[in-house]
């Protein structure tokens, strides 16, 4: 019998329909992953399942009884706790403090000693000795470590549900690995878990069944995670209708392609706009460069903690630059205030549009005329300058005229928030515009009318830098995408050129690139040459990694690039793919290429080793032995 | 997650407030509407029922004589709470403008006697702007809390006047200083048309410049704000030294009223002006109020004083009407706000 079991569940949110009858099950013992994309539900799905949000119809069912929750507090009564990024702990308080805070509320004299016994239990039980010290204060603690505290205090109610949201959003790899074993610590001990996630690597690691959600219905209905791949995942995630909306189609996908190594290829669209070199920030932007040209929408991908965010906020004057350049036009510009940005004609759409968008006391006019207030000179408002143009926008964007003058924009769905905001900076006809998840809580309908907006003013010449997390998204609406990984740009490619498993193997997923990276060095140093990490479709060779300083053995790619097989130096390897050592008739190379899979037997490419002279090849069969066996021993030391 | 949260909570305002639904409603839920939407005017409205509860209780409220009174009890409030309102407007407080006004009022006693009142009374004001400008900078730069801050210099404010003075009065204050109390034009007292005048002008600055829509964006999203290129370091150091600035107005023109100078000048103003503030609909979290609604709570705070002297009330009532004041002052904010309000 199942934990829990959701059935028929609706939500609607004025004319948006969230939720339309969707399902859930849980089973004990069970990390069951709820999957969807931006929008897909599955952030209201859980807050229905932790009691912080009332179905409009459907029932919950818990243990076999029917529940009806009128707030979160009954659901952790009945045994469900939410772990979410944000934590809700009280950071001058201790550690056990806060585990035993629901505790502290009930009349009586507190028996600290028993209190820090059970606490001392609940940690060994979640396996997190090593992480926490029960006496720390909370503000001391790291990220990661609140989240123990979170898991901690969710067991001290005797949750038998526990819900993570987006756990590892901010998690450094290690804390990510410490927190998917407690996971599985806690699964063992028959506690449902729901993992809400859209990284797909996470969920192929730690799931036993999945469940999709697209545009608040159940594509997936509790699939086993091991009779999925990611490609079939994503199609699930996606869906038809999503990857119609990004309104590409007067530009096509089978654009012109060069050949050059490691350049940007396609044609460029216009001259270049931006360029960043060797741009510095710390502690997250460490060493990116890239260029935008004018017509251009560049994606800027990378996992959370990537620095793809402070890159923008350094490129607009909210944060210094330690050290590289940025050139505008072609002339060097070190912004120190926003405005100077501003007035040179570049707009930034923040991250969190409530947070750093809004200004809720302003009526919806002066809120989309905040940026034309930041860039105008003169003592006075000077608004009707704009009138014109404001007229235009609103109708570019389907806003009612009348709506101009609402006392608040925060009446406003999110996505006609976001349209505001895009309005506030397209009234200054910008030439940069800088967008940092331009789609976050914007529902489908309004996220298809903004692609149509960017692709529309990149036609009339501006250029563009989006960052998003969602790789569908940046595929879909960049021309080219720059991979963020660690704070250093690892490759600029075509998105023509890309899908998302490879993407995400670009932006260096945390737990197969460190330790592949690891492997590779070993190979070099042994044998020599080059090693690399590869993958081989459709006539390229995408290289995500790879190590060796040996000329002779270059195979005609470096880390980052992804040049056609035919360019390359081990063209007969590549077009071979058989086991042992290849001879390049034509130059005398050698490769071995070994195939790997993740640890449920998904694809991950080809781990490969290119020497100068055949003569000094090993036992090509036993050294991709030793390669398989070096990887699954890399993958068992960073789990135990 | 941020989804959720933002549909949900513009339903729930779209249902409450719905302001364009409709627009052909009849009269009296016009006027409600209005009412509803507009400060300035709900502000009128409750002056005026004030004035006329008051002059029915007493027939000697309405007479001229009172009403003069009135207006020049209203001038050093007025003064002080102008100031008071671009700092709270920014999510700020100053704790210190009480203080200012003693120190600076000390500042023009010593010095008028040998470089003239002219002089005298720029240095007065250079003084108040210029610890209202200490009280920015650190605030703005040190990035410490206003409320400590301006705490800090109050004291400070308060044992310079001290310091200064020797701790005894001045006197003989000349009469070109006590004219801009004795004066009038067309029968108004010269010191409250000073009041309007200067009202006048923050009204202007605060509806049609850009310093003053920066000051209500910072109070609302300081990060908005800066964000859109706004010079929020800028404006925010202005209202501080605007409030000191204003302690200093208000130091001459009490000067000119009791002819004579005490360090002790100006205490309980800061109290004074927060309330007026407060009761003129402003959020101390910044970002809403307006000057109009200001000047209302100062018209109001010297009514409730004035109405109780008239009736003969014991004056340590009035703290107890005041403080009523405020609190329900704040309460039917949030009711008409739906909800909405900060303070």
């Given at each position: 019998m ?5 059935t028929?569940i609706?939500k609607?949110?004025g ?6 009858g ?6 004990a ?16 799905l ?7 949000l009332?179905p409009d ?13 009128a707030?979160?507090?009954d659901?952790i009564?009945?045994?469900?706790a939410?772990?979410?990024q ?12 806060n ?7 009930m ?9 820090r ?13 090593a ?11 790291t990220?990661g ?15 038998r549900?526990?819900i993570f949201?987006?756990p590892?959003a901010?998690?450094?790899?290690h804390?990510?690995?410490?927190l998917f ?13 729901v993992?809400v996630?859209?990284r ?6 730690l ?13 997936a ?5 091991r009779?999925l ?6 199609r699930?995630m ?15 996908t089978?654009?012109?392609?060069g050949?050059?190594?490691?350049t940007?290829?396609g044609t460029p669209?216009?001259?270049?706009v931006?360029?960043?070199?060797h ?11 890239f ?5 251009e ?10 620095g ?33 940005a501003?007035?040179?004609?570049i707009?930034?759409?923040?991250e969190?549009?409530r947070?750093?968008g809004t200004v809720?006391?302003f ?18 408002l000077a608004?009707?300058?704009r009138d ?6 609103l ?6 005229e009348?709506r ?7 009446t406003?769905?999110?996505g006609?928030q ?6 506030r900076?397209?009234?200054l006809?910008?030439r ?9 809580g914007?529902?489908i309908?309004t ?8 692709r ?15 790789f ?7 021309d080219?995408?720059?991979v ?6 690892v490759?600029?490619?075509?998105s023509?050129?890309?899908?998302i498993?490879k ?11 460190e330790?592949t990276h690891?492997v ?5 140093a ?16 995408f ?21 056609e ?5 081990i063209?007969?390897a590549?077009a071979?793919?058989?086991?042992g050592?290849?001879?390049?008739p034509?130059n005398g ?18 781990v ?11 036992d ?11 990887l699954?021993?890399?993958?068992e030391?960073?789990?135990a | ?12 305002r ?13 009269l ?5 509407h209005l009412?509803?939407?507009q ?6 409205l409750?002056i005026i029922?004030v ?10 409220f309405?007479?001229?004589n ?16 102008l ?26 006693g ?13 240095i ?9 400008l200490?009280?920015?900078v650190i605030?703005t730069?040190?990035r ?17 006047a ?15 200083l006590?004219?801009?109390?004795t004066?009038s ?16 002008i ?7 410049a ?9 109070g609302?999203n300081?990060e908005?704000?800066?964000?859109a290129g ?14 000191g600035l204003m302690?200093a ?5 009490l ?43 100062v018209f109001?705070?010297v009514?409730?004083?004035n109405?109780?002297?008239l ?17 329900a002052?704040v309460?039917v ?8 309000s900060?303070?």
């Amino acid at each position: 019998m199942s934990l829990l079991a959701l059935t028929e569940i609706w939500k609607r949110f004025g004319a948006t329909t969230a939720l339309a009858g969707a399902r859930f099950t849980l089973g004990a013992g069970e990390v069951h992953a709820l999957v969807g994309a931006n929008g897909a539900g599955k952030s209201t799905l859980s807050r229905v399942i932790s009691g912080q949000l009332q179905p409009d119809s459907g029932s919950i069912v818990l243990d076999g009884k029917t529940m009806r929750f009128a707030g979160a507090r009954d659901a952790i009564r009945a045994g469900i706790a939410m772990v979410t990024q944000e934590t809700s702990l009280a950071p001058d308080l201790s550690v056990l403090e806060n585990i035993m805070l629901p505790r502290l509320g009930m009349p009586g004299r507190l028996d600290w000693g028993a209190m820090r016994r059970e606490a001392r239990h609940l940690v060994t039980r979640l396996g997190a000795e090593a992480g926490i010290a029960i006496g720390a204060r909370v503000r001391d603690l790291t990220i990661g470590q609140r989240q123990i505290v979170e898991i901690l205090k969710a067991l001290a109610l005797d949750s038998r549900i526990i819900i993570f949201d987006e756990p590892t959003a901010p998690l450094s790899p290690h804390e990510t690995e410490r927190l998917f074993d407690m996971i599985r610590n806690l699964a063992a001990t028959l506690h449902g878990i729901v993992f809400v996630s859209h990284r797909l690597e996470e969920i192929f690691a730690l799931s036993d069944r999945v469940t999709v959600l697209r545009e608040g219905r159940v594509a997936a209905d509790a699939v086993p995670t091991r009779e999925l791949t990611q490609g079939e995942l994503i199609r699930l995630m996606v869906g038809r209708e999503l990857s119609d909306i990004y309104a590409r189609a007067e530009r096509g996908t089978t654009a012109p392609v060069g050949t050059s190594l490691g350049t940007p290829l396609g044609t460029p669209l216009g001259a270049p706009v931006l360029r960043v070199s060797h741009l510095s920030a710390p502690p997250r932007v460490r060493d990116v460069s890239f260029t935008v040209h004018a017509g251009e929408i560049l994606g800027l991908a990378g996992l959370v903690g990537a620095g793809r965010s402070e890159t923008l906020e350094t490129i607009f004057g909210l944060r210094p630059a330690r050290g590289g350049t940025i050139e505008l036009d072609g002339r060097p510009f070190t912004p120190a205030t926003p405005r100077e940005a501003i007035r040179k004609g570049i707009g930034l759409i923040p991250e969190d549009r409530r947070g750093q968008g809004t200004v809720p006391d302003f009526s919806v006019r002066e809120n989309l005329l905040l940026a034309h207030l930041g860039a105008h000179r003169g003592p006075g408002l000077a608004y009707r300058l704009r009138d014109a143009a404001v007229r235009r926008l609103l109708a570019l964007l389907g806003l009612p005229e009348q709506r101009l003058l609402d006392a608040n924009l925060l009446t406003f769905s999110g996505g006609m928030q976001q349209k505001v905001i895009l309005a506030r900076w397209l009234v200054l006809s910008p030439r940069l515009l800088l967008l940092d998840e331009p789609t976050r809580g914007v529902d489908i309908a309004t996220r298809s009318s903004i692609y149509a907006l960017l692709r529309r003013i990149a036609a009339e010449g501006v250029a563009s830098v989006v960052v998003s997390s969602d790789f569908e998204e940046v595929i879909g609406l960049a021309d080219r995408i720059v991979v963020l990984s660690d704070g250093v740009d690892v490759t600029s490619i075509p998105s023509a050129l890309v899908d998302i498993e490879k993407l995400g193997m670009f932006a260096a997923p945390r737990s197969s690139a460190e330790r592949t990276h690891t492997v590779l060095e070993g190979l070099v140093a042994r044998h020599g040459g080059r090693a690399f990490w590869i993958s081989v479709e459709h006539g390229r060779v995408f290289c995500f990694d790879c190590v060796g300083t040996d000329a002779e053995a270059d195979p005609g790619f470096a880390g980052g690039s992804f040049p056609e097989i035919a360019a390359t130096r081990i063209q007969e390897a590549l077009a071979r793919k058989a086991p042992g050592f290849v001879t390049e008739p034509r130059n005398g190379l050698t490769t071995l290429l070994v195939p790997i899979h993740g640890r449920r037997g998904h694809d991950l490419g080809m781990v490969g080793l290119t020497l100068a002279r055949a003569t000094h090849a090993p036992d090509g069969a036993a050294l991709a032995r030793a390669i398989t066996a070096d990887l699954e021993t890399e993958t068992e030391r960073e789990a135990a | 997650m941020s989804e959720t949260t933002e549909t949900r909570s513009s339903e729930t305002r779209t249902g409450e407030t719905k302001p364009d639904a409709a627009p052909r409603r009849r009269l009296p839920a016009r006027l409600l509407h209005l009412l509803a939407t507009q400060i300035e005017l709900r502000m009128l409205l409750l002056i005026i029922v004030v004035m006329a509860v008051l002059s029915r209780i007493s027939p000697y409220f309405l007479t001229t004589n009172n009403l003069l009174n009135v207006m020049d009890q209203s001038v050093i409030a007025g003064m002080v709470a102008l100031g008071q309102t671009l700092v709270i407007l920014i999510g700020g407080i100053d704790l210190s403008v009480g203080a200012l006004t003693g120190v600076s009022a000390i500042m023009l006693g010593l010095t008028f006697p040998k470089l003239g009142v002219p002089v005298a009374v720029l240095i007065c004001l250079a003084s108040g702007g210029a610890l209202g400008l200490v009280n920015g900078v650190i605030i703005t730069f040190g990035r410490i809390a206003p409320f400590v801050v301006t705490l800090g210099m109050m004291s400070i404010g308060r044992s310079m006047a001290y310091v200064l003075s020797g701790a005894n009065s001045i006197g003989n204050i000349p009469d070109s200083l006590a004219a801009l109390t004795t004066d009038s034009v067309f029968g108004i007292p010269l010191d409250f048309l000073c009041l309007i005048v200067v009202y006048a002008i923050g009204w202007v600055f605060l509806t049609f410049a850009k310093g003053g829509r920066t000051l209500y964006a910072i109070g609302s999203n300081a990060e908005a704000a800066r964000i859109a290129g706004l010079s929020i370091n800028l404006w925010s150091i202005t209202a501080y030294v605007v409030a000191g600035l204003m302690s200093a107005v208000a130091a001459v023109f009490l000067t000119s009223k009791i002819l004579s100078i005490d360090p002790i000048g100006g205490s309980g103003e800061e109290l004074d002006s927060i309330a007026a503030v407060v009761i003129g609909g402003a959020s101390l979290f910044g970002g809403r109020g307006s000057i109009i609604g200001t000047l209302a709570g100062v018209f109001i705070m010297v009514f409730i004083r004035n109405g109780l002297n008239l009736l003969n009330v014991s004056p340590y009532w009035q703290g107890t009407a005041i403080g009523s004041i405020i609190i329900a002052a704040v309460l039917v904010e949030r009711l008409l706000s739906g909800g909405r309000s900060r303070a």
